[in-house]
């Protein structure tokens, strides 16, 4: 088990890319050598097609079996459309989307032109689709509505993940459509932008807190035309998906605070894709240069060196933007010959997305510790690990020499920094200690250790993560690298961190600790796991309600972003008392109480561990840094002019329908507990639920999760689990105003 099968992935995708590449006519050439979009208001998708295919206007009577099928039955309901005339050429709407803003034609794959009338042959189709990793089974073939983006919001037809959207809607999920008053009218280009409604008709409103996020709708060739069920670590087009049922999507981009860029940067690659996207909304909108050249633009990259695996060129084309990575290496690691990749304030660290395959070997969904009806054990182990140690993963050797590891690949010593060969070298022999590199016991030994060793790997490593939701106290190793949501998540409460020079000696660190101290970390990795699970996305696993989770701390750390634009990110909790409860996953003080609550805060967020090191550096006591942080007069005028009211939750639905389905079997014993009222049972899951602090309980907050969807694919439901009761995104159950 364990995490051999992401790495051989990613060596897979390495072998088939290089692959590729080396093949004429392969699928990077096909990018490469594609036009950059400017100025164009339809993509060629293939050179290579040369022969037209002529297809009589059959209707929705023309099915054929086979790939492209559902490429020529094209008939739309439109129903309830918008009216007016659309503004694209031809019969646009016919095959494809309009995008009545741009008055730009969207094709699914295989069909190109300005109107989308020209069909490849089937023969180019499916080499076509193959290249985008459709199978003759999904190749131009009408899907469930789930296989596309947020279902396409039931307003248009699923192909092959493309929204074929009824004719009026438009955008990637068909979310938008021109407002009334301006269908008819002679809008042009973005002057138009104003009119554009999201989800007219159903209400959806903008969270009150903020942040506002704007969506670029690029061409389908940069983000769609992929197969997205098959797409590995899909993150940017979950946290897409999750815009818009989140109330953060905003139809004006004059009113965003940021700018979304949805395009899919996973390998080294992508940064081809990046650059068309940045050269796309460059040349269509005037945003990117209004804002100096992408400030507030956030992109998200899920590969295991981040930012780092853009080129060059692409890495200073984006450079004031925001990237979103799980690589948070702040510093360059000379030994590792890694370069700094992650820019604390600009971009953020995200928490690995812990696919249900992960989430199911780990028992998680059955029994997380965390749950309070969760398994507990006597963790009487000191440390556990258990994972490749050589790069070239030959087992190690025991004779007492170092490096323990072959020269095999002449790379294996700077495979995770050398921090798992060097914590092997020292502790694999070590009494109540186990280092191993295979175990059949992982999820026994993470419940029974005290702390679990969370190096990095080739790149980025789960354990951080993964340990933290085991409720084992994580020990993390590579100097400079910061953990997901550090520094704006205070892991100096939950995690330790050793540094590399002293991994000989990190027995003698942890051995010191009290066991009060050890307490006070496992306690705190209750509210610490609610930051680092995407439970809005994937349903609950450990009782929690999700208003803390992943999504909603990015969220948080983006509002603070937008309200304090110069503020330092470690200095959150000291002048916002709404982030600094949020983090400590507590309810935000009342209005009347901000005052003391904000002293309170910057006490205690200035208590100890690196705070407490930088106040006592300045030669202060920690509150007295505090009140200095408080007192600064920009934060004082930002204080001051800021009307963007502090996150208050959202009354939990009373009907009945529930906020967050959970797929915690625990979940549903401890409902039925709390219904039948039995007393310990809930206040212990308020407790969990709310944060120990927290006075604020909340009831009934559990559902199965046996009406979502249960989805072979990786986009999961649409607009998050969370959603999952809901066909209507704009009445997806709110967990914040
Ligand atoms: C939208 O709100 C109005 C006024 O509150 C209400 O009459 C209407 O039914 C709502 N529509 C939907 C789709 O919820
Ligand atoms: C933004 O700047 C670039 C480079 O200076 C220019 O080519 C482009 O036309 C500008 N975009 C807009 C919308 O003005
Ligand atoms: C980024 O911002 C700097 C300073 O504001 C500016 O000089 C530079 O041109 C910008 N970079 C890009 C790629 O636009
Ligand atoms: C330990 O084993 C390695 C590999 O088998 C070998 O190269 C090395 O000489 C051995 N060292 C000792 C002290 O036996
Ligand atoms: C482990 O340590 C014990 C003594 O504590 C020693 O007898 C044994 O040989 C060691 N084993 C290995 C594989 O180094």
């Given at each position: ?18 692959l ?32 037209l ?8 009577g ?9 490429l ?10 918008p009216r ?11 095959y ?31 080499s076509?689709?193959?290249?985008h990793g459709?199978?003759?089974s ?9 296989s ?18 009824s004719?009026g ?16 009218g ?16 159903q ?21 769609i ?18 815009l ?40 269509t ?15 998200i ?9 853009l080129s ?6 984006t450079?004031?933007?925001?990237w ?22 600009r ?22 510790p ?29 004779n ?6 072959p ?38 030994d ?71 101290q050890v ?12 930051h ?89 006591s920690?509150?007295a840094?505090a ?7 920009a934060?004082?005028q ?14 939990l639905?009373?009907?009945g329908?529930?906020p967050?389905c959970s797929?915690?079997?625990?979940s ?48 999961l439901n ?20």
């Amino acid at each position: 088990m364990d995490f051999a099968t992401p790495q051989l992935f990613h060596v897979t995708l390495v072998i088939l890319t290089s692959l590729l590449l080396a093949a004429p006519g392969g699928a990077d050439k096909a990018w490469a050598s594609r036009p950059l979009l400017t100025g164009q208001r339809s993509l060629v998708v293939s050179k290579a097609v040369g022969t037209l295919k002529s297809i009589s206007p059959g209707g929705a009577g023309a099915q054929l079996d086979g790939p492209g099928s559902a490429l020529q039955a094209t008939s739309t309901s439109s129903g309830d459309s918008p009216r007016g005339p659309s503004k694209c050429p031809g019969e646009c709407t016919k095959y494809g989307t309009c995008n009545e803003e741009l008055g730009r034609c969207d094709c699914p794959l295989g069909r190109t032109g300005t109107d989308c009338s020209q069909l490849a042959p089937e023969a180019e189709l499916l080499s076509l689709c193959a290249r985008h990793g459709h199978t003759a089974s999904t190749c131009g073939i009408e899907l469930d509505l789930t296989s596309c983006l947020n279902a396409c919001n039931y307003r248009g037809r699923c192909i092959a993940g493309f929204c074929h959207c009824s004719p009026g809607f438009f955008g990637a999920d068909c979310a938008l459509s021109l407002a009334p008053e301006a269908a008819g009218g002679s809008g042009s280009g973005f002057t138009a932008a104003a009119a554009v409604e999201i989800l007219a008709g159903q209400n959806y409103t903008l969270r009150a807190s903020g942040p506002r996020i704007y969506v670029y709708e690029l061409p389908p060739e940069i983000n769609i035309h992929s197969n997205l069920d098959r797409l590995d670590r899909p993150l940017m087009y979950m946290i897409w998906q999750r815009l818009l049922s989140g109330g953060l999507r905003v139809a004006d981009p004059a009113q965003a605070d940021f700018f979304f860029v949805p395009v899919r940067a996973r390998l080294s690659y992508d940064s081809t894709r990046v650059a068309q996207a940045v050269s796309y909304i460059q040349s269509t909108w005037p945003y990117w240069n209004a804002t100096g050249g992408g400030e507030r633009h956030l992109f998200i990259h899920t590969g295991d060196w981040g930012r780092d695996e853009l080129s060059e060129d692409v890495q200073l084309l984006t450079r004031n933007a925001s990237w979103l990575t799980h690589w948070g290496l702040a510093r360059n690691h000379d030994f590792a010959g890694w370069l700094q990749s992650h820019r604390p304030g600009r971009d953020i660290v995200l928490p690995m997305m812990l696919q249900a395959s992960l989430l199911a070997s780990y028992r998680l969904t059955k029994s997380s510790p965390l749950h309070p009806r969760g398994p507990r054990r006597t963790r009487s182990r000191t440390l556990f690990f258990a994972g490749r140690v050589c790069g070239s993963r030959v087992p190690p050797t025991t004779n007492g020499t170092f490096p323990n590891c072959p020269d095999v690949l002449a790379k294996e010593d700077s495979y995770s920094a050398a921090t798992r060969q060097r914590a092997f070298f020292h502790h694999h022999n070590r009494t109540n200690w186990k280092v191993v590199t295979s175990t059949r016991t992982q999820v026994i030994d993470m419940l029974s250790s005290k702390f679990c060793l969370a190096p990095s790997g080739s790149g980025m490593g789960k354990r951080s993560v993964v340990s933290v939701l085991m409720g084992c106290v994580p020990v993390t190793l590579t100097d400079g690298l910061m953990q997901p949501f550090e520094p704006e998540l205070r892991w100096d409460r939950f995690a330790i961190d050793v540094r590399e020079r002293d991994i000989p000696i990190m027995h003698q660190i942890l051995e010191a600790l009290r066991a009060d101290q050890v307490a006070e970390f496992q306690s705190n990795l209750r509210c610490a796991a609610q930051h680092l699970f995407w439970s809005s996305l994937y349903g609950s696993v450990f009782g929690e309600d999700g208003r803390y989770d992943a999504f909603e701390t990015l969220v948080q750390v983006l509002r603070m972003r937008a309200v304090y634009p110069s503020l330092a990110p470690e200095e959150y909790g000291y002048v916002d008392p709404a982030f600094a409860a949020f983090m400590n996953c507590q309810e935000p003080p009342l209005p009347g109480d901000v005052a003391s609550a904000r002293a309170g805060a910057a006490a205690a967020a200035g208590a100890s561990g690196r705070a407490n090191a930088r106040a006592e550096a300045s030669g202060a006591s920690a509150a007295a840094a505090a009140a200095l942080d408080v007192g600064k007069p920009a934060l004082q005028q930002v204080l001051a002019g800021s009307d963007r009211p502090a996150p208050r939750p959202r009354g939990l639905p009373q009907d009945g329908r529930q906020p967050l389905c959970s797929h915690s079997e625990l979940s549903l014993l401890a409902g039925e507990s709390v219904s039948s009222s039995s007393g310990a049972d809930a206040s212990d899951r308020r407790s969990l639920v709310a944060g120990d602090a927290s006075g604020g309980g909340v009831e009934g907050v559990f559902s199965s999760c046996g009406r979502c969807m249960k989805r072979r694919g990786r986009l999961l439901n649409p607009g998050g689990t969370i959603c999952c009761n809901t066909r209507d995104l704009a009445s997806c159950p709110r967990l914040w105003d």
